[in-house]
């Protein structure tokens, strides 16, 4: 299917959960993940109208934004990011998805020419496959991160289990939403923490319904590999 199509049915899908929700659909911005599809495909989601792009390696950043160079996008790194990467990436995107340690948060700082948006990654479930901090640790590293200026916190993001159990999902992406307002309760200035992004291609329903704020879709949008 071609990406409008796609997109026709997943804002069909969005506005749906926002009125189940009490919820405007004004407050959920999608992410089109690029990271498995050509350029082309990429290009035909920007001319439906997706705006913002994620990508998780840098190759396929700087590929991807060398081609769309024209088009106005605001770029999302949305890949676990190794330190070592940060100084090839980090005046070329927008967001990170995925600071979840204090060596990342020093080279980013260092590496930054002005503040960047950073999401903290939150490996909610404990899962041994996915990075993240654990939920009883992310006060503790944002109230950390006071003395770096090229870092501001918007917001938390999450990975859900794979799974079709609605209660696991729900509890998942409630629990970062409760974490969320625990922070934005802190009125932090580097923290405003507002954003919650969390929901991919299988659960973003639940999540919206749950309080996300960015979801982050790829097979549902853009195809798995074209």
């Known amino acids: 299917m071609s990406v409008q199509a796609n997109l026709n049915e997943v804002n069909a899908r969005i506005n749906e959960a926002c009125e189940n929700a009490n919820r405007s659909s004004e407050e959920i911005t999608i992410i089109g993940v690029t990271k498995y599809v050509s350029v082309e495909r990429a290009r035909e989601a920007v001319t439906a109208g997706i705006r913002e792009l994620g990508e998780n390696r840098m190759k396929g950043l ?3 934004q060398e081609s769309l160079s024209s088009e106005e996008i605001t770029w ?26 204090m060596s990342l948060a020093k080279e980013i700082n260092k590496r930054a020419s002005q503040p960047i948006h950073c999401f903290i990654q939150v490996n909610v479930a404990e899962e041994d496959s996915k990075h993240g901090l654990a939920l009883s640790e992310v006060i503790d590293f944002v109230k950390n991160l006071e003395n770096y200026p090229n870092i501001r916190i918007v917001g938390l993001m999450t990975m859900a289990p794979f799974t079709q159990d609605e209660t696991i999902l729900r509890q998942t992406f409630r629990q ?4 969320r307002d625990q922070i934005q309760a802190l009125t932090l200035s580097y923290a405003p923490c507002t954003e919650l992004s969390m929901g991919m291609s299988n659960d973003y329903v639940i999540a919206i319904e749950e309080g996300a704020t960015y979801i982050r879709l790829g097979s549902k949008l853009v195809g798995e590999s074209i």
Request: aromatic share 6%.
């Open 62 to 64: 700087l590929e991807k």
């Open 76 to 101: 999302h790194f949305i890949g676990s990011l190794q330190t070592k990467k940060v100084k090839h990436i980090i005046d070329q995107v927008d967001y990170i998805h995925s600071l979840d340690r």
């Open 176 to 179: 970062l939403r409760q974490l």
